[in-house]
């Protein structure tokens, strides 16, 4: 009887203990939680740089938001945006990149740095191209994107950068275009031939010049 009852009392003391671990466990996350707000701006912003140095992405991207909701007109908002641009391309995020370049050009469109946001999207789009056929538009999109900058930014340092993925994406459209016309001709289909092959002739890459599209080739001005 004695034995039980010091059972029981053994048992509620591991109970109660139990309790007042998870309570304090409770309590400090709370509090951890509670923390984290109303914080000045080059708080979240060094947060942010210290989770990008650690490659802990998802929560840089969680402090920029807080930076960006309590500090929304802070001068550390278009270089925060930029520096979780660049990480987030490393990282072959690209829709996530697009994400944040997008609200960027749209907030920022007058920034001494606009151009190089610019660039950057025309950067990400060429280095998210992987499938030949599946990506025509994204192609199409990017040469357009291409000429604005070519229009906007004559005297931009990035020009001979955007040369370059112009070149290469050029020459991608006309292989996919030359693919394209061989498939034809395989089927017999003359008027779809001629057709692709007079937009390969467009091109001012020589048809003995245009190689299969290989992305690795294509992305190695990055690599």
Known sequence: MIKDIEMMKSFRLKNILLIACAAFVFTACSSKSEEEYNKPAVYWYNKMMKQIGSNDLDEA???YTSLESEHRNSPFIPSAMLILINAHIDEEEYALANFYLDEYIKRFSLSKDIDYA??????????GFKYQFRDQQLIDDTLVQIQDFKVKYTNSPYMPLVDTINAR??????????????????????????????KVKESWIAPSEIEAVKVPFYRSIFE
Not at 118 to 124: E, T
Not at 169 to 189: F, G, H, P, T, V
């Open 61 to 63: 991207d969680d402090t």
């Open 118 to 127: 610019r660039y950057l999207k025309i950067k990400a789009n060429f280095l």
């Open 169 to 198: 994406l050029e020459m991608a459209k006309a292989s996919i275009n030359q693919e394209i016309a061989d498939l034809y001709k395989r089927k017999d289909k003359e008027l779809a031939v001629a057709f692709y092959e007079e």
